[in-house]
């Protein structure tokens, strides 16, 4: 059973970091905070306060209610599973396997996120994480010159993005195979920059991008009927 602190909340989950993980899973899921609330059993103004104050400590019983609410687990929403990879939970009892259309997988690529470069190396395939961005339907991302990712212009190459919610056992992926590019127009990479959504997770210097113009995209979905 998980420790409590003396406001009865879950010890051990990071401060400031929940109220986020409630934003974002709404997002994620197209939930305004008043309708979220509802599902919770909770008032709006408790959500919000749980959402804008870094020191907020609900109590196990809101963490279950939230967590339902969002389709989630206590552990995802607590962050209490940043260092686990994806999947540890179990197989759906009936498993559903779908094809998903063009327009499907790049409604779930978005704009924006974390994915996996796969590259030929002299030692050997690697796959490396990038936090990439989507720009008329070609994957754009940064890296350095001398970083192992810049090394993949003019080479074919495989990128992918995943979602795993073990609270469900489901989950969805999408690959995208296609020819790798260093982004060269001055006006490119300035339109690039202003657009991007963040900086590079890794940090440092990455000012060299990096355009990924698929060939195919191919996705799939798991769901539990």
Partial sequence: MAARG??????????????????LRREELGLSLEETADRAGMAPSYLQYLESQPTA???????????????????????????????????????????LTPEECHDLLS???????????????????????VD??????????????????????AFEVDRIDPAFSQGWSVL?????DTVTDPEEIRRLDEQAYSAPWAGGERDLWIRIDPDTITGRRITVT
């Fill in 57 to 99: 400590a609900p109590g196990m019983s809101s963490l279950l209610s939230l967590a339902g609410a969002l389709e989630t687990t206590v552990l995802e929403l607590t962050g209490g599973d940043v260092d686990l990879p994806p999947g540890l939970g179990q197989a759906g009892r009936h498993p559903q396997f779908t094809e």
């Fill in 6 to 23: 003396p406001s009865g909340a879950v010890a051990g989950h990071p401060a400031g970091n929940l109220g986020r993980r409630i934003a």
């Fill in 176 to 180: 995208v195979r296609g020819t790798a």
């Fill in 136 to 157: 008329a339907g070609a994957i754009v991302f940064r890296t350095a010159p001398e970083h192992a990712t810049s090394r993949v212009a003019g080479a074919r190459v």
């Fill in 111 to 133: 704009t924006h996120g974390v994915g996996r470069l796969a590259i030929d190396t002299a030692t050997g395939p690697e796959i490396l994480p990038v936090n990439y961005g």
